[in-house]
């Protein structure tokens, strides 16, 4: 019989066990989850996106879609009202009873608000769940000043909101610094001052009275010390308490000052309930972080399934983040409490840097930590902290900059248990393992493994533990195309363009050996195309393409080709739509909408392309580029001409787009779409460049990507007007031209650019590298020779002689088949070609 | 042994690449190499890809072999021997082919190698 386990609360940490149980799925659990929020859990630690470009979907843990197929029975807006250990049943507040044999608490924490009388006002929040930050928001529409009460953690992370809503913003602090916890008075000084560098005020030592009607402003609130602050919103931010009050009506074993107590199992006082995450207390400890939680959900896990069961030993509570885009990282006893602990510490108020070691007595190991301003080194202190592992000679060296000589630990001597990401717990065995089995690159291993998917804080020792792996297996990190150039594309790229090649014979007669293969051809072929844009069925460059380029179509499985006339902006005449149809038909293809707004036709044959196409261009249409590793297509909404809710024109904008870049030839495909409104019913923001109106103008993103690995895009420029837009997307398009891999779209390739988005930013915005003019120039020459390939091509009678299937032959290939469904063709199946024989013969 | 037959003339191929000819009822992927100046035969039928394309692939070498590679899935079969460098189990039919008086001349194809499967 399944054990039902009930688990109160869809948190991250509660979620996190939901997910656990179903990929250790042994069958013998039934899950049933009580919700208390509105909708599934979402990610708390990234809440602060929702303020800048995050959505609730964004944020999301889970989906019902997770819920339905795994069987597991959940209910939303649902808290329990009882629990019956004797009976092992709970009762939830609208009056549902579920029996359990186990039950799991995941109630997790509420914020503390200070009673100062008035903090039930209107306009007074708290900041925690996405319901918060509506409030929040809704609030500061109608408001120019903001204050949040506590100046910890996630106090901060709050100010940071309410400076992006555009409010003046106050952090009011009851202690004399900000981050108490985490910091030392000195962290916390250049922290401070930071901060207030960017236009914040922060209030230390000031205790709350009361809240009270403002003279100025909407509020007043009056301290304890006869100064008043007035402000229009108040967020409070003081810390957390656990959310304790059904174990207590219950009768669960509860600490002193909250919180239900657990053992290293993870159970309370009953032998059936288990509590995890932030409402529980171990050793007397809370975690409020979420890394220790999904160390609970770990546990429970393993106790519930009965095989390798595994205790809760504690966590680490180190944490390294970014607060108001000031880093800041701190490790074990950043206060430097231990007994006889000695410190080293560097300062430096030009650059506004603070670093500290705490060390043991004897000055061996490392105890605590403080950086803040740059927090590079927290991978490795952190590592020697957590294995203890023998501090070097120089210990000031780990914080010192840079001086030639080098600051880190060598991860060879990590012990392979070593936890390199803490938000996904993946140890340096993991990653090792991902390397043995074929994974070359961080990307790479971040994708198979989910290291430094979380936080990202792990992202420097994850390079060098692969590095160092991959040096170990013998493996040379080379980036060359093939054995036949001893180049990357990039380099390739900028040989072609400086020494002006033309021809794939002269490149590797000069810089190459031996006659090419599949893999350097087409790369070639494209960079080419990049530079001098010449047709790619030219005698020179045919040889080099892949067959969809040869073709000017793409392969199907049977070898048949597809058409995809370009249709910009997804824009359609009724005619053009009707002659698209008479030609299917006559043709008879297989005719699908594509994802990209246009039309995809199917089952042509190698004699009929040019026919087809002759069609087609007669039509008014001209080719797609489907076949290219190149522009696609432009996505768009029907924006302000039409909707209710557009704020500028979005077709016209996506259609200027899509033929100022058709036909540019690039590593990998490009896919962009333009928004009219914040909507974003054209899904900008999972494409390579993605457009969204404002009432300003345009937000830019960039770097965004569906498939395999969905990647969102980033906000690139914001409230840009039409012709810096262009100037941008020609600059970025270009730069990624010359700068990419072979086959590297622009997600992986941004994420293997050193210095990320910042750097890109600096390159296209700002022209760091001062090669802005010659990048539009670029463009200029590619836009100023764009022609359509199958135009060119039907009226050239050389290049039309391969498009036929046999050289000495007229007729067609006799080994395609096909089959009937829902009114149209599709290829035969292996055994239904079987079948067609036997019917034939 | 067959005597050979004409298939088409050696400049209707582009160099470098390949084109289809029909030979007795069969496809055969014909190959020219302009720099090596040698011609290759093999079945147009991709074994793995089951579809008639081999003579659509891209010409290449890798270490001492000239391969081509299939468009489909992108194996590479040695143009000497047909042997697949990826599959031992998978091989393309080779013919023997010259260049005659401008023509390129096919005669009947060798089995394939026993498969050691």
């Known amino acids: 019989m399944k054990q039902r386990v009930v688990v109160v609360g869809n948190g991250m940490v509660g979620q996190k066990l939901v997910d656990n149980i179903v990929a250790d799925d042994t069958g013998e659990v039934e899950l049933v989850v009580i919700a208390g929020e509105s909708r599934l859990a979402y990610d708390r630690v990234h809440l602060s996106g929702y303020f800048v470009d995050k959505t609730s979907e964004d944020l999301a843990l889970t989906d019902e879609g997770f819920y339905e197929d795994n069987q597991i029975k959940y209910s939303l807006n649902d808290k329990v009202a009882a629990i019956d250990l004797a009976e092992r049943l709970v009762t939830t507040t609208s009056g549902r009873k579920e029996r359990y044999d186990k039950l799991v608490l995941a109630t997790g924490s509420y914020p503390f608000v200070p009673p100062v009388p008035g903090h039930e006002r209107e306009h007074c929040h708290v900041y925690r769940t996405i319901d918060d930050l509506d409030a929040i928001m809704a609030s500061a529409d109608c408001s120019e000043v903001g204050v949040v009460v506590g100046g910890g953690l996630l106090g901060l992370e709050a100010a940071n909101a309410l400076k992006n809503l555009d409010l003046k913003t106050h952090i009011v602090e009851f202690a004399p610094q900000l981050m108490g916890v985490q910091l030392d008075a000195n962290g916390s000084a250049l922290l401070q001052s930071k901060i207030e560098s960017l236009g914040l005020e922060v209030h230390t030592g000031k205790n709350t009275e009361k809240i009270t009607d403002g003279a100025e402003r909407r509020y007043r609130m009056e301290f304890t010390d006869g100064s008043f602050l007035e402000t229009d919103v108040i967020v409070f931010s003081a810390g957390i308490r656990p959310e304790d009050s059904l174990a207590r009506e219950t009768g669960l074993a509860l600490g002193e000052r909250g919180g239900i107590v657990i053992n290293d199992q993870c159970l309370t006082s009953d032998p059936d309930v288990f509590a995890i995450g932030e409402c529980a207390l171990w050793q007397g400890k809370i975690y409020g972080l979420v890394a220790p939680g999904y160390q609970m959900a770990k546990v429970v896990t393993s106790h519930l399934q009965g095989t390798d069961p595994v205790d809760f030993k504690g966590a680490d509570m180190s944490t390294k983040l970014k607060l108001l885009g000031v880093d800041v990282a701190s490790i074990g006893d950043a206060h430097g409490e231990t007994e006889g602990c000695k410190s080293f510490v560097y300062q430096d108020d030009v650059n506004q840097v603070y670093k500290r070691l705490v060390v043991s007595e004897n000055g061996k190991k490392l105890i605590g930590a403080v950086l803040v301003g740059d927090a590079q080194a927290y991978g490795t202190l952190l590592q020697l902290k957590l294995n203890g592992i023998k501090l070097p000679n120089r210990p000031e060296n780990l914080i010192l900059p840079a001086t030639g000589e080098t600051n880190q630990i060598g991860v060879e001597s990590l012990p392979e248990s070593a936890q390199i990401c803490s938000c996904y717990d993946v140890s340096k065995a993991q990653i090792c393992a991902s390397v043995d089995s074929g994974c070359r690159t961080p990307g790479d291993v971040k994708a198979d493994t989910k290291a430094s998917s979380g936080c990202g804080g792990c992202a420097m020792l994850l390079k060098q533990v692969v590095d160092h792996k991959l040096v170990q297996l013998g493996i040379e990190v080379n980036n060359h195309v093939c054995e036949h150039f001893e180049f990357s594309r990039q380099e390739l790229a900028d040989i072609v363009r400086v020494k002006q090649i033309r021809t794939f014979k002269e490149l590797i007669q000069a810089h190459g050996r031996g006659l090419g293969c599949d893999v350097c051809k087409p790369t070639v072929g494209s960079i080419l195309a990049s530079y001098w844009n010449e047709h790619v069925l030219k005698e020179d460059h045919v040889t080099l393409q892949d067959t969809n380029d040869v073709f000017l179509a793409n392969m199907q499985k049977d070898g048949t080709y597809s058409v995809i006339p370009r249709v910009p902006g997804g824009e359609i005449t009724p005619a053009r739509l009707i002659a698209i149809g008479e030609i299917a038909s006559e043709f008879e293809l297989y005719t699908k909408i594509t994802g990209a707004q246009r039309i995809d036709l199917l089952g042509a044959q190698v004699h009929e392309l040019p026919i087809i196409w002759k069609r087609l261009i007669d039509a008014g249409f001209e080719t797609g580029h489907a076949y290219g590793k190149a522009l696609r297509t432009v996505k768009s909404c029907v924006g302000s001409s039409w909707c209710r809710y557009g704020v500028q024109d979005s077709v016209t904008t996506a259609i200027y787009i899509e033929e100022r870049y058709r036909g540019l030839r690039s590593p990998h495909k490009l896919k962009m779409a333009v928004s009219g409104c914040t909507r974003e019913c054209a899904e900008a923001q999972s494409k390579d460049v993605g457009v969204i109106a404002t009432e300003k103008g345009w937000n830019l993103y960039v770097c965004g990507n569906g498939g395999m690995r969905p990647r969102h895009a980033d906000l690139f420029a914001v409230d840009i007007d039409t012709p810096t837009m262009i100037r941008y997307i020609d600059r970025f398009l270009m730069f990624y031209v010359r700068t990419a891999d072979r086959l590297q779209r622009t997600s992986v390739w941004l994420e293997n650019l050193d210095g990320g988005l910042e750097y890109l930013k600096d390159v296209i915005i700002h022209d760091k590298l001062g090669i802005g003019d010659e990048l539009e120039s670029d463009m200029a020459n590619v836009i100023g020779t764009y022609q359509c390939e199958w135009k060119v091509t039907i009226e050239d009678p050389e290049k039309l002689k391969r498009f036929r299937h046999f050289i000495n032959a007229d007729e067609p290939d006799s080994n395609l088949a096909f089959v009937t469904e829902r009114g149209q063709k599709r290829p035969a199946t292996k055994d239904e070609r079987i079948e067609l024989k036997e019917v034939a013969s | ?117």
């Open chain 2, 1 to 117: 042994m067959s005597a050979w037959t004409d298939i088409c003339r050696v400049s209707d191929l582009v160099p470098d690449s390949g084109i289809c000819a029909l030979y007795k009822g069969e496809q055969v992927a014909i190959f020219k190499f302009e720099t090596e100046r040698r011609v290759f035969a093999v079945s147009n039928f991709d074994p793995i890809g089951e579809a008639n394309v081999m003579s659509r692939g891209i010409l290449g070498t890798l270490g001492t072999d000239t391969v081509v590679a299939s468009p489909l899935y992108k194996q590479h079969f040695c143009l000497e021997t047909g042997r697949c460098l990826e599959d031992e189990n998978q091989w393309l039919k080779t013919y023997p082919v010259r260049v005659h008086r401008g023509q390129i001349q096919l005669r009947e194809g060798l089995p394939v190698p026993e498969q050691t499967a």
